[in-house]
Structures are given as C-alpha cells and as structure tokens.
C-alpha cells in the first residue's frame, strides 16, 4: 500500500504548465532534476544546489519554493508552474516586459527564478512597498544587477 | 548534488506514520526539507527510509487549545504561523519570528516542528518556545505524552523523541494578563543569519516586572534561561532604564558563547545585555499594546 510500505522508486503525477506528465522517479531524486532531465523542462534552473541562490524556484501549487529543495515524490500529485507559464502565445507577460524595459536582468541566470518570485509577491501584495518588494526576492540571489533595476521593474507594474 | 538511494513513503495519518517510523530502520521524518533535503545532499546524514508527513493536514493547523491557549500542528508551515490570527491573543510574536523565517520559498515548505525536532543552536523558535513556557506533544509507538521545554530540548539537534516517536503538535498556554513577549535577533545585516537571539516573556503589573522569563539563543546547545537575569528583573519598573541595565549588565558572564565566522564570544558576551536590554522593551511595549 502506497500509505505504508517505502519504495525507492515510484510513479508520479505531475502536471508542469497544464500539462500532465507520468513518470517513474527515483525516491533520491531532486525535483528540479526530474524537471530538467527527465521532463526537458531546461527553463528551470540550477544554481548554488544547495537552496540558497533561488535560481530553481517554481511555484508549486501556487506557492513558490526552490525546486532543488524538494524531492520529485514530494511533488507527486502537484501542480507545477515555471517562468514558462508568465508568457501566452508567445506574448510576455507585463512583469516580463517591465524586467526587459528596466534593464532588470544582465546575464539572466537569476532571472525565470526572480520572475517567479515577483510573480509570487505581487500576487500576494498588489501594490508593494520598496522593503517589501526586497523582502519578496529575499530567496533570488542575482550577482549582476545589484537588484536596483529588478526592484524598479517590480514596482512598474506594482498596482496594475 | 545527488543524494544516497532512500526509500519514501508518504503516511495517509499520524497512526500510519507511526507506523512507518516504527516498523522501518533508520526512518526519519520529513516534512518541509528545508534542512534535511540539505544534509542529505552533503550526505551529512543519509536515512534509509523517508516519512513524508508534510502533506498531512491532520498536523498542519492553529487552532485555540483547551483552556484558552494555542495547538499548533507540527507540520505548520511557517507562512500559515506567520498569517494566523489565531495568534493574535498574547502570541503575536510568533507570527513575527515565523514571518521572518529564511525566505518566501523557505517558509513555504518549512514548519514549526521541523524547526524545533532539528534544534539546531541558531534555530528561531527554542528559545522563543523556551519563554512561552511550550509543551510538545508526542505520539508514538507507545502512544501519546507530552514534555515541557526542559525535557523536551536536548543539547544540540538532540530533543525528547524517541525511536518511532513523532511531534504532534506544540501547545502555547493560555495567555497571562498583563503578560508580553519578543525576540530580538542580532544580525550582521539585514534579515541575515543570527548571531545571537534574545526571547523575553515579562508579565508586568503596572510598569513593574511581577515574573519573567528570558532566554538566549544561538549561544548554547539548548535555549538557555538565564536564572540570574530573570530574579534580577523582578520588582524592577519597565520605564526604569538605569535599573534594568544594572539588571541585565552581567548576562555575558552566565553565557558561554562559541566564537565562529559570525561572531566571537566576547562579542556575543558583550552584546548580549544590549539585546537582551531590546527584547525587554519590546516586550514591555507587547504586554501594554
């Protein structure tokens, strides 16, 4: 019974940007190596692997956490949404065209991660506050941009 | 980083969880991995079977305990503590220190129970847990018991539990009159690691301090209450300012703090009555609000 007996391997339900996928996974396995690996979901990004810089954040049945920070069978029957899902037949969602505007990103590594986080805190906060848009992207690590662009980007859109 | 090959189950009850823990070698709980997806990365420690008992609703609550205090399930995410107005009646300060927990992503997975079952000695809730006078509610093989915060927190990442035992839940009591609490962090910038963590509970008639109880973190094994301090805080008035830094002015000494890349120990002995001295003050400023 799956309630009572461990298993090293299992088969997981997981849907990734509305589309539901079937999969056996290794108990050991990562969810951000699933998604990456087996599931070619390469938007998803790896960074300090020790769930730190927040480069792997997706949101996971609507709240954001870091994909590395969760084993694939914890996220069996969930649903999973990457930056992928901001932008719609190919149009970029207005977080997405504010981060381009603002100069918000330079090497962009930190940035389908910090999308998401964004996404995240104006969900929850429409009309933010500086120190609470710097509290939001708390868990997004970025080297490049010193956060100044990507806070003015947040704020831009802010209260729409 | 790839982890050892472990086996998972994910319990449908607190009974069937039980169960698992009991019946399986080296079987651990997991509920937010915050941390132990972490070391088991490192391979710090590798368990054998893993628990999943982060999606059991019957340990994800905050309710009002019997008697007029608060339940709070083990598996509380920190992001519902930190929302919950269930808290809201001589526990405020639990929202605050949950709200301030790591990052949104952390406290999304997080709970309150991983956060107390590791007691890692820079763990928020200990010595806050130490000064509300907590008791922890266990369930296992042998059924159901629970400890006060003496018994309960057991040197460094060492607590009560036993093989196939869970927490359940953590009771606050009923909330006193005139009674207030706070925990001040010491950080070297803003919202990062601690260096030094002060709790304060003051129950004040008036402005004069009729009991308290202080607690220091990230110091020792355990959440230290500091005996001394709290006799010498007796009788003495809130607004007194000369009177409660003659009070709180030999806490370095009772304190054996480590020295480490954050800080040394005589920083963390020096600092420690000017935090102590703040989370007073805020305490103060609770018990009045």
Known sequence: MPGTEPQTTRQITITVDGVEYTQEVEASDLLVHVLRDTLQQTQVLIGCDTGNCGACSVLWNGRLIKSCMMLAVQADGAEIATVASLSENGQLADLQQSFSDNHALQCGYCTPGMLLAAKALLERTSDPSEEEIRTGIKGNICRCTGYVNIVKAIQSVAGS | ?289
């Not at chain 2, 997991?30 to 710090?44: D, F, H, P, S």
């Not at chain 2, 009646?89 to 129970?113: H, I, L, S």
């Not at chain 2, 460094?156 to 839940?169: F, K, N, P, V």
């Not at chain 2, 008035?237 to 009772?254: M, P, Q, W, Y």
């Open chain 2, 1 to 289: 980083m790839l982890l050892r090959q472990v086996a998972y189950v994910r319990p449908g009850s607190v009974e069937e969880a039980v169960l698992a823990l009991s019946e399986n070698d080296e079987a651990r709980v997991l509920a937010g991995g915050q941390t132990l997806v972490n070391v088991m990365k490192l391979r710090v420690a590798s368990p054998r079977v893993l628990v999943d008992i982060s999606g059991l609703e019957e340990l994800s609550y905050v309710r009002s305990g019997d008697g007029g205090g608060v339940d709070i399930g083990a598996a509380t995410i920190y992001d519902d503590l930190a929302s919950s107005s269930e808290l809201d009646d001589g526990y405020r300060v639990v929202r605050e220190v949950a709200g301030g927990v790591g990052d949104p992503q952390v406290r999304n997975r997080g709970t309150v129970g991983g956060n107390v079952c590791l007691n890692d000695p820079t763990s928020n809730f200990p010595p806050l847990m130490a000064v509300l006078d907590a008791s922890f509610n266990i369930v296992g093989p042998d059924g159901e018991r629970s400890v006060g915060v003496g018994e309960f927190f057991a040197g460094s990442y060492g607590t009560a539990l036993r093989d196939g035992e869970l927490l359940r839940s953590i009771t606050l009591p009923a909330p006193r009159d005139g009674a207030g609490a706070a925990w001040v962090p010491l950080r070297a910038a803003h919202l990062s690691w601690s260096m030094m963590t002060v709790a304060a509970w003051l129950r004040l008639s008036g402005d004069t301090i009729d009991e308290a109880r202080m607690a220091v973190g990230c110091v020792h094994g355990s959440p230290v209450r500091v005996e001394n301090l709290e006799s010498a805080l007796r009788g003495v008035s809130v607004d007194d300012a000369s009177a409660i830094e003659e009070a709180t002015a030999g806490l370095g000494d009772d304190l054996e703090p480590p020295s480490d890349v954050h800080a040394s120990a005589d920083y963390r002995r020096e600092m420690a009555s000017v935090v102590a001295r703040r989370a007073i003050r805020e305490a103060a400023a609770d018990a009045r609000s």
